[in-house]
């Protein structure tokens, strides 16, 4: 939660200092093999030495893969989960969280999720629960942090300035409990969300939002 804990950067995030930290105490030297999966999981490199220097070469292999440049923020972004990762409403989380660095102020972001396996670990949306609108999940976290419970806190800070939306199997009194809009398909979420923004809006579609983070790159 705290700030620049952010995915793909490792300059000035607490996560990756702790880390850092942590290997630094082991008093004695280490040889490191860093593996990388592609999105199907087949073996895409492998590095090898310091542990300094071999993940700072597999995390370029994970950006190569993982990472897609662009060079606009979105108004609207529908991010559709496959399998493995639209196995719950719990882990359907990473989706907005994937789209967060090009959501524009405002924008909307629709997550498009079968969640097989239905809601998962429920306890983001207890803290929703005892709250009355998304603003207040924060002043509920930080009260009383709980391991999971960090997903509520990210998605609160996310509907600050965007609005959203799920096409999911999950029962819509279920979503509403997390302060989000639900949709019965994927065509009716799109045609709200441009009738909110009005006028021209840019869209980004991620077909593959569990293994794929847009980056914004500024143009050449």
């Not at 999966?37 to 993982?66: I, P």
């Not at 965007?162 to 029962?171: A, D, K």
Request: with cysteine.
């Amino acid at each position: 939660m705290e700030r620049g804990s952010e995915l793909l950067v490792l300059a000035g995030n607490p996560v990756h200092e702790d880390m850092v930290e942590a290997y630094q105490m082991v008093n004695r030297p280490v040889f490191s093999v860093q593996l990388v999966q592609d999105r199907k999981h087949r073996l895409l490199s492998v590095r090898h030495g310091s542990v300094h220097d071999s993940f700072t070469q597999a995390c370029r292999d994970a950006h190569r893969v993982f990472a897609v440049p662009v060079t606009e923020e979105a108004d609207l972004v529908v991010s559709v989960l496959g399998k493995p990762y639209d196995i719950n409403f719990y882990q359907a989380q990473r989706a907005v969280e994937f789209a967060r660095p090009v959501l524009r102020q405002p924008s909307v972001h629709v997550t498009v999720s079968a969640c097989r396996d239905g809601v998962g670990n429920d306890g983001f949306l207890q803290v929703f629960r005892g709250c009355a609108a998304a603003a207040d999940v924060l002043d509920c976290v930080a009260d009383d942090a709980r391991l999971g419970w960090h997903k509520s806190a990210r998605l609160a800070q996310i509907m600050v300035n965007t609005r959203l939306c799920t096409v999911m199997g999950i029962p819509d009194d279920v979503v509403r409990t997390a302060f989000m809009t639900p949709f019965r398909s994927v065509q009716a979420a799109v045609d709200a969300a441009l009738a909110e923004l009005g006028g021209a809006a840019r869209v980004y579609v991620i077909p593959d939002a569990g293994a794929v983070v847009p980056v914004l790159t500024p143009p050449a």
